[in-house]
């Protein structure tokens, strides 16, 4: 299955954000992740709706939006409206999930659901057909570089077996602690779309690590 690489702008330097967004996409991007944080579900505040809206303008790339959000069902339209095409929600906030899994694609946005670290895989399992991309956080949701998380690639074994074993086409993404050292055995693991953050905008050449980041991605073992 095709790699994606999905760079992550809450480490970009928000001074030069349109720039960075374009450095990215010229290095070969896929998506543009943007995480989106209320200071409530998880500690720390981001940005919101403007934000991702200003983003979508000076791009041609998907907008992979990650609500650690309070209530993301109220919020849901506004992104969308936004320019999200992708839209994660949590199931640990989520109550009543395959009504918001419906409401983000009658809305026209690709759903999504993602599982902290110390969340089973079975959280999510009875709605896994009905989803199109399935992430899986490999640090604890709230802050840019953060350790990776090793015990995260068992899970995500896991749900690549049960998407191969059911026949379904949802993407896997792993968001957390990803770098030229991590990045292999997430991809092992089944890993589609790899989110980076700190590892691509702390460096000195964004453009040249999107690039080299996929090659990494599409080197044969």
């Known amino acids: 299955m095709k790699k994606y690489l999905a760079p992550s702008i809450l480490s970009a330097d928000f001074l030069q954000l349109g720039k960075q967004v374009q450095q990215v996409e010229a290095g070969g991007a896929d998506f543009v992740h943007c995480d989106i944080m209320d200071?409530?579900?998880?500690?720390?505040?981001?940005?919101?709706?403007?934000?991702?809206?200003?983003?979508?303008?000076?791009t041609s790339l998907p907008l992979d939006v990650h609500l650690m959000i309070k209530n993301p069902?109220?919020?849901?339209?506004?992104?969308?409206?936004?320019?999200?095409?992708?839209?994660?929600?949590?199931?640990?906030?989520?109550?009543?999930?395959?009504?918001?899994?419906?409401?983000?694609?009658?809305?026209?946005?690709?759903?999504?659901?993602?599982?902290?670290?110390?969340?089973?895989?079975?959280?999510?399992?009875?709605?896994?057909?009905?989803?199109?991309?399935?992430?899986?956080?490999s640090v604890n949701p709230g802050f840019g570089g953060q350790k990776f998380i090793t015990?995260?690639?068992?899970?995500?074994?896991?749900?690549?077996?049960?998407?191969?074993?059911?026949?379904?086409?949802?993407?896997?993404?792993?968001?957390?602690?990803?770098?030229?050292?991590?990045?292999?055995?997430?991809?092992?693991?089944?890993?589609?779309?790899?989110v980076i953050g700190s590892a691509v905008f702390d460096t000195a050449d964004v453009e040249e690590t999107v690039k080299m980041y996929k090659i990494l991605l599409n080197k044969k073992n």
Request: proline share 5%; with cysteine.
């Open 151 to 194: 015990s995260t690639l068992k899970k995500i074994e896991k749900i690549a077996d049960f998407r191969e074993k059911n026949g379904l086409a949802y993407l896997i993404e792993i968001d957390g602690g990803i770098n030229q050292d991590t990045i292999k055995a997430a991809s092992d693991a089944g890993v589609d779309v790899f």
């Open 73 to 137: 069902d109220a919020l849901i339209p506004t992104f969308i409206e936004s320019g999200a095409s992708f839209v994660t929600v949590h199931v640990e906030e989520v109550v009543h999930l395959h009504r918001c899994v419906q409401h983000i694609r009658n809305l026209k946005g690709y759903p999504g659901i993602a599982l902290n670290p110390s969340t089973p895989f079975y959280a999510v399992e009875e709605t896994l057909e009905y989803v199109d991309l399935v992430l899986a956080m």
């Open 39 to 58: 200071g409530q579900f998880v500690p720390n505040l981001t940005f919101g709706p403007l934000v991702v809206k200003a983003v979508k303008r000076i």
